[in-house]
């Protein structure tokens, strides 16, 4: 059994939790937190809790420690530091970053003997594989990324820092038309207002002036005013029978073309519907930490993204019966 | 450059002509063909072309030599022959051999330090590396697997053998029914006719006996006889004018759970559209040499298939570039 820890525990570490319960081959040891390790219960027997102070006592008893802590402040300073002294896995997904968080975890891992994999999860991840695999099968063509229906955390908190305002959800729905002319080949130019728009869900204080928090939001800068946006003002009572779900998924499309004159056209698609982004996640979390495992095992070192791993390390079973039955 | 030669002039080769053609980093530098070499007329200039027998004098003049012959026939034969020789990318397709045509395979590449790719195209392939990749993020669950709309060359092939029939072209089509089914969770158990039915387009002989060459088709073992099929008698005129292209594609769906209860359902889809079956299948292969190439370079011998190869390997691209702009 491979011997999995997990640095934090919120919606994302759970998520981990429960691929590793649903596997074959992995089992958690143990979660480290900032909080008050009491305070946490786990949903798996024997798995224990420590503070995050402690985690170094714990390096030649854990074989991967998957990281589900936040890129903005967690990941940038834990996945280096970390990758020191565990085989690391994370999902540290603020994409203008990755090349320089890449560097820094490479230079640890690489001088520590350990492997490290970056930014796992579905986007960057599932998504960032078949994006360069689409394009490099049909070079001559044109790619597109579509997101949602689905809970953005970000934009959710971006409301609920508007005054007036007690909680929201905000979905990003993918626009069908858009959606149907990349799928006709067509190559649209699209802005961000033709691929997206965006529906908010909004429990207001009492008394509050609901016009102008629908005007904060439709108006605030790059989260909603690039966007056709819709505020729907609800009960708290609605917003916890109907939206407590964390759903999500979303679309990579490619279009190209082949033939001496580029005369014959193609469409992949490879499309994600989720019912809990944090749980889908933690399941490619929990596959590449089982190719972190192996990686190391072959004195393979240093940082790795999804675009280095090879299908079968991600898979528990055979070589052999994959070739009977999988391929 | 990467110097590339092909085995074999038909469709599939002419494709990967074409991908290459299309490359930035690869050429192709000569054809083998069992015809008189000099009754071909290649697209690209520059590139000659030799009789099969011929072969072994270029065994230092290619990098990766691409076998484009059948599964039945050629490639069993030809795979682990010419992988004493040369680094070679096939496509050979016949799911309950792929393990023994390994074993071949491996034993030539091995023994002369060569690398062999085989079973690329799209299923294997494309399909196979997906239905593995979604296997492994969602191991609680169950996948499927829909070809077409397209065109089945075996199935052509089969009803130009009945007496009677001048030409034919089958047309392989998921059923809308089973589609929805499986994307909607519902685990479906689903017979060859649930899954799929099948539409001929047949030119007869003048006077031939229609009622009898439908029936012949229809109660055709295997090929048609578990499905419903339709049969439509057209001019040559007709079949010449609109069913002379290759389209193909088809359907990977996965639908699993996570959860510690299981209680989240999740869709992963892929899908591929295709105007021309074999210049996709090409390009796929195309892919893979430069694969094959980079793997014999880093002294990774024997026979390998899509489950190990690294996303990166398909691509021409720098590494840096593919995680500031892809992933």
Redesign the interface.
Known sequence: MIRIGICGYGNLAR?V???I????DMELLYVFTRRNASDIKL?TENALVYNIKDILNFKDKIDVLILCGGSRTDLPEQTPELAKYFNVVDSFDN?HE??NH?GRVNESALANNKTAII?TGWD?G?F??????M??????GKDYTFWGRGVSQGHSDAIRRIDGVLDARQYTIPIEEALASV?NGENPTLSAREKHRRECFVVAKEGADLKRIENEIKTMPDYFAPYDTAVHFISMEELKKNHMGIPHGGFVIRTGN???D?E?????????????NP??T???LA?YA?ACYRLNKRNDYGCK????????D???RD??E???N??
Do not use: Q, W
Request: net charge positive; no cysteine; hydrophobic share 35%.
């Open positions: 998520g939790e429960a691929a319960y649903n596997s074959t949903k994409h990755i090349y890449y930014s960057p599932m960032s594989l078949n994006r360069l695999i394009e490099s099968v049909l070079p001559k799928r082949t033939g001496i580029l014959n056209k193609h469409v992949i698609e490879y499309s994600l519907k989720l019912d809990s749980e889908f933690g399941s490619v596959s089982r993204t999804v675009f280095d791993i090879a299908p079968r991600l898979s528990p070589y052999s994959l070739l009977k999988t391929l």
